[in-house]
């Protein structure tokens, strides 16, 4: 039987992944593996790849995310957001902003080798070398249930996370 490469959408379940998180302690992505639960026993993950810490935008998202965080964890799903830049890099920023790192949620570099992870996705530019501002909404079996991008330039909308929400809310019953 011919088995199709991961390519990060939606419909397909996701393989093991590990990155290092700003602590420098590895973290696997998503929620379940083989039984064992990622973080504080999550119904589903937000994967949110970032180009850069340390850079405007990507500010912007990281507060709106922290200022919802709580009503994330409230309805069981977890944040994971992923970029190309080393573990100090992402410790320092995370430090800036107040992020507690697997308290708040994850900040994990996909540094080594670059954009492994975010390549794997289809959430990886390239030419300017960082991850694409994508997010997937990863389900407890591991399957992705939503994907959605914007520009570089432009914040994703916290409204559309919401959206991912109610797919979620319409899938447990």
Known sequence: MFRQKF???IGEHLPRFT??????????LGTSRNGAE??????AVFLVFIPRAFTPVCAQELQELT?????FLERGVRLQVVTCDEIE?????????????SVDFELLSDAKPRGRVA????????????ATRTTVLVVGDGEIIDRF????????????????LEL????RK
Do not use: C
């Open 7 to 9: 390519a990060g959408r």
């Open 19 to 28: 990155l290092p998180s700003a602590t420098g302690a590895p973290s696997p």
């Open 38 to 43: 990622v973080g504080d026993d999550p119904k």
């Open 67 to 71: 200022a919802h965080q709580p009503e």
């Open 89 to 101: 890099v992402l410790a320092s920023w995370a430090a800036q902003h107040g992020v507690r790192d």
């Open 119 to 130: 390549r794997k996705f289809a959430a990886y530019n390239p030419v300017a070398k960082h």
């Open 149 to 164: 991008s914007s520009a570089p330039s432009r914040a994703r909308e916290i409204t559309r996370y919401f959206k991912a």
């Open 168 to 171: 979620l809310s319409t899938r």
